[in-house]
């Protein structure tokens, strides 16, 4: 395994990583020395964010892997992770990020959206970590981040569905936390607020100043990963420091 204070040498899977927060962690993580494995739904996505991963000032030669997986299906998921080990000979960090963001008030939503978005957000997480955690056993521990939202303990109208995914996605990250830690794998979630990535079809990538950046998100994941042994943060929130009034 890798020096734990340091992202340089570490192999990570990154769901949702061709675009926004994902593709954000990505770039922290491949400028930072690691080898990374991005999935995404879209091919001409990921080889596009492939092509901007391997511009990166640092970037490791191969260090950049792209796998197209829809994570709502479990022989997917399983297969984005076995690809990732058998590429870079092993696993330290799961991210689950991939998520879908549809919103409509209950009476109005059908029931295909309201499944795609408890299946990416939940399920897919659920799939990738029980892939990830006989890799991560078999390195001597690591590290799953699950990125959730604060909409998991701030329910809004128009969001039940949404609202519902991360809600459960923040007990199964506490849960899975605790049946973990004794392997060394350390579990976290992040709840961020108002992100500046279009997400949802809520207003454009980078429009809003106020709003919290891609990147911050991506800082806080790098911290983490390169945290002392000895503590977890186990759940963190992040805000807008100035939201609008």
Same mark, same amino acid.
């Given at each position: 395994m890798a020096d734990a204070l340091t992202l +340089? /040498? !570490?192999i990570a899977v990154i769901t949702g990583g061709s675009r926004g927060i994902g593709n954000a962690i990505a770039r922290a993580f491949v400028g930072g020395g690691a080898r990374v494995l991005i999935t995404g739904r879209s091919s001409s996505d990921l080889d596009a964010a492939a092509k901007g991963l391997r511009s990166v000032p640092g970037a490791a030669s191969e260090a950049v892997q792209v796998f197209r997986a829809?994570? !709502? !299906?479990? +022989?997917?998921a399983t297969s984005a992770i076995d690809a990732a080990v058998s590429r870079f000979g092993g696993l330290d960090v799961l991210v689950n990020n991939a998520g879908v963001g549809l919103f409509a008030p209950v009476a109005d939503m059908s029931v295909d959206d309201w499944q795609q978005i408890l299946e990416t957000n939940l399920n897919g997480a659920f799939y990738c970590s029980h892939a990830a955690i006989p890799h991560l056993k078999e390195?001597? /521990?690591?590290w799953i981040i699950n990125i959730s939202s604060l909409a998991g303990k701030n329910p809004f109208a128009g969001g039940a569905a949404y609202c519902a995914s991360k809600a459960g996605l923040n007990a199964f990250s506490e849960a899975l936390m605790q049946e973990v830690r004794y392997d060394n794998i350390r579990v976290s979630y992040i709840m961020p607020g108002s992100v500046s990535t279009g997400f949802g079809g809520r207003g454009a990538d980078g429009e +809003?100043?106020?709003?919290i950046a891609a990147e911050d998100v991506a800082e806080l994941v790098t911290e983490l990963v390169t945290f002392p042994s000895r503590s977890l943060p186990s759940r963190i929130e992040l805000r807008p420091s100035r939201p609008k009034k």
């Open positions: +340089a /040498g !570490r829809d994570v !709502r !299906r479990s +022989a997917e390195r001597g /521990g690591g +809003a100043d106020w709003k």
